[in-house]
C-alpha cells in the first residue's frame, strides 16, 4: 500500500499522514508539500519520527508529482486554504494551486488508478443566501430560531442540498470548480473519488494565522500574548462556526474507504455539527478560562466581502451513510491545543504571535 499525500507538511496533511502510518504500519506514507505555509517546515521531524517520508514537490507542476512514483491512495490536502486569499491583489496563486494543481493530482491518481479523497470546504455555498438566514442574537452568538428551515438548511445546520447560486469567493469557486472536475473523472476514466465539504477542522499542529485557523490563533494570542479584534458583522463576535478535531476527520475517512463505492459518490457535508458549535465570544471565554487571561479584544465592525457569519455543517448523512460521528468536543479540542502549544512554546511563539 502506498499513500501519497499531497500538502502533507500542512495541519491536515501531516496529521493524516501519520494517522495513516500509525494505522497501517507497513504502507509507505509520502508527505508532499512545497512548504509554502509558514510552520509547514515543523511538521518535517514529526513526520520523520513517526516514519512518514517527506518530499518538497509542488502540485502546480505535473514533473514534480510524476516524480512521486506510484500510490494507490492519493489524499489531497495541499492548497491556499484562506477565503481571503486572491482579494486585493492577484488571486494567480489561489487559482493555481486549488484547481489547477488539484487537476494535476487527479491526473496522478488517474494515471496510477489511485482512489482520490478531496478536501473540498464548505465555503461552496454561497455568501449572500447565508447572510440572508433569520438569525436571532442569543447571549453570546447568533443562532437560527427554534424549528425554523428551508431548502438545504434548518436548526440542524447546512446541508448538501442548499442551493449554490451566487458568489462563494476566490477560494470557495476553486474549490466548487474542482469538485465538477472531480465529477467528470469519476464520469469519464472511473475515478472513485471521496469528496468532503469541511467546516472548520481544528488540532493541534495547524498555524493560525487571522484568515485561517482561528482555534489556535486564539489560544495562541491568551497564551502567548498578542492582540486579537472581533472582525466584521458589527464587532460583536457572535460570528459561529462548528469545529472538527482533524482525528475525527481521519475517522471518518477511514471507514469512508473501507467503503468507497458509496463514498465515491456525490459529495459529503463533513463537520462537528450543533454540538460543536462556538462563537468567538464564547471561545474567548473558553481561553481566558485556560490561560488565565483576559484579553480586551478589538472590535472591528467592517465586513470583510468574503466572511459570513455563521456555518453549521449539517453533516447527517456522511453520519449516517458511514455509521460515524465526532468523538471530540470543542473543549476537547481546544485542550489539545492549549496542550500543544504550551508544549512546543519556543518553536511556535515566534510563528503564532
Ligand atoms: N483547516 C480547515 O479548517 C479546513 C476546512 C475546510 C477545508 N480545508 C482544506 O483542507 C486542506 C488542508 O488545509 P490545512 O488546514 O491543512 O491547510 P495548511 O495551510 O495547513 O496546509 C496546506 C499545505 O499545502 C502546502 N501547499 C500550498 N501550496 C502548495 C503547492 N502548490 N504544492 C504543494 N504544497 C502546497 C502548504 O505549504 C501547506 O503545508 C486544504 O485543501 C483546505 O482547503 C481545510
Redesign the pocket.
Known amino acids: 500500500m502506498r499513500i501519497l499525500v499531497?500538502?502533507?507538511?500542512?495541519?491536515?496533511?501531516?496529521?493524516l499522514s501519520l494517522a495513516f502510518k500509525r494505522a497501517n504500519p507497513d504502507a509507505d506514507v509520502i508527505a508532499?508539500?512545497?512548504?509554502?505555509?509558514r510552520?509547514?517546515e515543523l511538521?518535517l521531524p514529526r513526520l520523520r519520527a513517526g516514519g512518514v517520508r517527506f518530499e518538497h514537490?509542488?502540485?502546480?507542476?505535473p514533473n514534480?508529482l510524476a516524480a512521486l512514483g506510484t500510490m494507490d491512495l492519493l489524499i489531497?490536502?495541499?492548497?491556499?486554504?484562506?477565503v481571503q486569499a486572491g482579494y486585493g491583489g492577484n488571486p494567480a496563486?489561489l487559482i493555481?494551486?486549488?484547481l489547477r494543481?488539484t487537476l494535476n493530482c487527479l491526473e496522478a491518481a488517474r494515471a496510477h488508478d489511485a482512489a482520490f479523497v478531496?478536501?473540498?470546504?464548505?465555503?461552496v455555498y454561497p455568501i449572500e443566501p447565508l447572510r440572508a438566514l433569520p438569525f436571532e442574537t442569543a447571549e453570546r452568538r447568533l443562532a437560527l430560531p427554534a424549528g425554523a428551515s428551508g431548502p438545504g438548511w434548518s436548526e440542524r445546520g447546512i446541508a448538501e442540498d442548499f442551493p449554490l447560486a451566487g458568489h462563494r469567493s476566490l477560494?470557495g469557486a476553486t474549490?466548487l470548480s474542482s469538485e465538477q472536475f472531480i465529477e467528470e473523472y469519476r464520469a469519464a476514466f472511473g475515478l472513485k473519488a471521496i469528496i468532503?465539504?469541511?467546516?472548520?477542522?481544528?488540532g493541534p499542529?495547524?498555524?493560525g494565522k487571522v484568515d485561517?485557523?482561528f482555534m489556535t490563533l486564539w489560544a495562541a494570542r491568551h497564551l502567548y500574548g498578542g492582540s486579537l479584534s472581533y472582525n466584521g458583522f458589527g464587532g460583536h463576535g457572535h460570528q459561529v462556526r462548528d469545529v472538527?478535531h482533524?482525528e475525527d476527520l481521519f475517522d471518518l475517512i477511514v471507514r469512508q474507504l473501507d467503503r468507497l463505492e458509496i463514498a465515491a459518490q456525490g459529495v459529503w457535508n463533513v463537520g462537528g455539527g450543533t454540538g460543536n458549535a462556538v462563537s468567538l465570544k464564547e471561545l474567548s471565554h473558553a481561553c481566558a478560562t485556560r490561560s488565565g487571561k483576559f484579553i480586551d479584544i478589538g472590535v472591528n465592525p467592517d465586513t470583510n466581502p468574503a466572511d459570513i457569519p455563521w456555518f453549521i455543517t449539517d453533516a447527517g448523512r456522511v453520519g449516517q451513510s458511514f455509521g460515524w460521528r465526532p468523538e471530540r468536543s470543542v473543549d476537547a479540542v481546544l485542550d489539545d491545543i492549549f496542550e500543544w502549544l504550551t508544549a512546543e512554546r519556543a518553536t511556535l511563539e515566534p510563528i503564532l504571535t
Open positions: 499531497t500538502g502533507g507538511a500542512g495541519f491536515v496533511g501531516s496529521n508532499a508539500d512545497n512548504l509554502k505555509r510552520g509547514s511538521n514537490a509542488d502540485i502546480r507542476d514534480d489531497e490536502c495541499s492548497a491556499e486554504p484562506s496563486y493555481d494551486t486549488n494543481g478531496f478536501l473540498s470546504t464548505s465555503r477560494y474549490k468532503n465539504r469541511c467546516g472548520v477542522l481544528a499542529w495547524q498555524m485561517q485557523g472538527l482533524v
